[in-house]
């Protein structure tokens, strides 16, 4: 079991190991730089000395997860892949001998259970660096984790004002900027309607949707691209009657991964399509909420970052051999559950990297590796990096257009790659 272990971590080193150069056979770059650029005054820390102390036998991370609730079941696809990741670095011998430690407790998508979870985590199983889904967990632990020194890696979220380094130097958040994407969204729709077009956006009244939707406003103002109206998604049904009402061009699903099948179903229920396509976030990339809405959703679109194990031109891409070869559940097609696998393999190459900086690996190194990324991750799509420096957390560098096909039950791409690199 070993030695096909040991195989799996010299291709993933061969196709994309060092955050500088993919293409590298080391294991991780030395980080000097990094080191040098980001600084963070421990003086300040709950516990200063534990910041800085070298890990030298388990780096224990603490994962607060929806592992009942609500949204357990497309949760369980992001574990999935996760575990699958960090079991496969511990058998081939870990981060350069210290072994990978997840601790999971049920917070059941809830931000209060995830702040009692994470000061457990913190002061009675004082873990290394913390993970955790959803933008509201991540609002309730950022202020404790930031004060305790203890680095939030890769949690899959994204809240801008979580995003400002000066403010939360030791969070790093997963999925792509809502300004970003909402840049992009935009953007699209004006490929398809260059005079112009009327947007309806159901909103999700959670963290994660209210962001969204913030966003894409933002992003719309001064361009031809209208919003003619806006519903709360907590009914579906209610959400589709009052967008369709308005008669958009483009429907915007300001919502989190188990909203998207629900609304376009609402929508055929009535007979409703818009006469251009529904526009969906990046979370909404689970097959199975399509499938299940059969015809109706048809042409919806998604930004996406990560690579398809389903296409067939990736057959021999070394990054896809090296996913299936460690995630082999049911799921393993899941774009969710890719996304798990991804974050923890960027967790596993940020600690590499910090593993090499003088000191050894620490609180400290781990969020300065973090902050000093240029790294494509095997399972990022072609000519998209993960992009990280001591003054700006860019994340993915850019969006492949995904359009789904309900005949094919599968995303099909649409033009090229999409920079979102800089503003």
């Not at 996760?82 to 210290?98: E, P, T, Y």
Request: overall charge negative; proline content about 5%; charged content about 15%.
């Amino acid at each position: 079991m070993l030695v096909g272990s040991v195989a799996v971590s010299l291709v993933l080193s061969s196709c994309s190991s060092s955050s500088k150069d993919a293409s590298s056979t080391s294991s991780a770059p030395t980080g000097s730089a990094a080191a040098a650029a980001f600084k963070v005054d421990t003086s300040q820390c709950d516990d200063p000395a534990s910041a800085t102390k070298k890990i030298t036998d388990t780096w224990k991370i603490g994962y607060s997860a929806p592992l009942s609730g609500p949204i357990a079941g497309v949760a369980s696809f992001a574990l999935d892949g996760f575990k699958a990741r960090i079991a496969a670095q511990n058998a081939a011998g870990g981060i350069n001998g210290v072994k990978i430690d997840v601790n999971y407790k049920d917070d059941q998508y809830t931000p209060d259970k995830a702040k009692a979870n994470t000061t457990e985590f913190i002061q009675s199983d004082h873990v290394d660096s913390l993970a955790t889904f959803g933008s509201g967990p991540v609002g309730a632990i950022a202020d404790d984790q930031n004060a305790a020194c203890v680095p939030l890696l890769y949690p899959s979220s994204s809240v801008q004002q979580y995003r400002d380094i000066s403010q939360y130097p030791w969070t790093v958040q997963f999925l792509p900027a809502g300004e970003a994407e909402a840049r992009y969204d935009v953007n699209y729709i004006l490929s398809k309607y260059p005079n112009g077009a009327k947007v309806g956006i159901a909103e999700n009244q959670n963290a994660s949707g209210v962001g969204e939707y913030n966003a894409f406003v933002d992003a719309a103002k001064g361009t031809k691209v209208t919003v003619a109206v806006v519903a709360d998604q907590t009914d579906p049904n209610a959400a589709a009657t009052k967008i369709a009402a308005a008669k958009p061009e483009v429907v915007y699903n300001a919502g989190i991964t188990t909203d998207c099948g629900p609304l376009v179903i609402a929508m055929a229920r009535i007979g409703f399509k818009p006469s251009g396509f529904t526009m969906n976030p990046d979370n909404c990339a689970d097959s199975t909420a399509y499938i299940a809405a059969g015809e109706a959703a048809d042409g919806n679109v998604i930004p996406s970052y990560l690579k398809s194990v389903t296409d067939p031109t990736l057959s021999s891409d070394a990054g896809v051999q090296a996913y299936l070869s460690q995630v082999t559940g049911a799921d393993k097609d899941n774009t969710i559950t890719i996304a798990g696998w991804t974050e923890a393999d960027l967790t596993i190459n940020t600690l590499l990297q910090a593993s090499k900086m003088p000191g050894g690996l620490s609180h400290v190194t781990a969020i300065q590796a973090a902050r000093d990324q240029d790294y494509a991750s095997p399972m990022l799509g072609t000519g998209i990096t993960w992009q990280s420096t001591p003054t700006a957390l860019v994340g993915f560098s850019g969006f492949q257009t995904l359009v789904w096909s309900a005949s094919e039950k599968a995303f099909k791409k649409d033009g090229p790659v999409v920079s979102v690199a800089a503003k």
